[in-house]
Nanobody, 125 residues
Framework: QVSLAESGGGSVQAGGSLKLSCTAS????????MGWLRQAPGKECEGVAS????????NYAESVKGRFTASRDNAKNTLYLQMNSLLPEDTAMYYC??????????????????WGQGTQVTVSS
């Protein structure tokens, strides 16, 4: 059974930082592209960042480029998202997701077939 467990969310003031973690089990983590997506109330789900299985290729939403950094530790089956210079518009539920088997770098919501339960990030002004 596949499990993706996010942690590290919370409340922070604008300009602050948070680091999200996602620990995976039940799948071949080191062979999967992985990603972070978010959804704010009343808005569509948005891809934030994704990495190839080897971490060599990355994709970021324009809105987070230069502020967020995604990384992974395949030995620990863990995906990370370092979020700096947070803005109120970054407030959302953040989800970790595993890309479909054989897909090098997931980019779209449809590219993922396993999702975590999410962790809430709230940024106050």
């Amino acid at each position: 059974q596949v499990s993706l467990a996010e942690s590290g969310g919370g409340s922070v003031q604008a300009g602050g930082s948070l680091k999200l973690s996602c620990t995976a089990s039940g799948l071949n983590f080191s062979a999967r592209g992985m990603g972070w997506l978010r959804q704010a109330p009343g808005k569509e789900c948005e891809g934030v960042a994704s990495l190839s299985w080897n971490g060599l290729s990355r994709n970021y939403a324009e809105s987070v480029k230069g502020r967020f950094t995604a990384s992974r530790d395949n030995a620990k089956n863990t995906l990370y998202l370092q979020m700096n210079s947070l803005l109120p518009e970054d407030t959302a539920m953040y989800y970790c997701a595993a890309g479909r088997d054989g897909l090098y770098l997931p980019r779209r919501e449809a590219d993922y077939n396993y999702w975590g339960q999410g962790t809430q990030v709230t940024v106050s002004s």
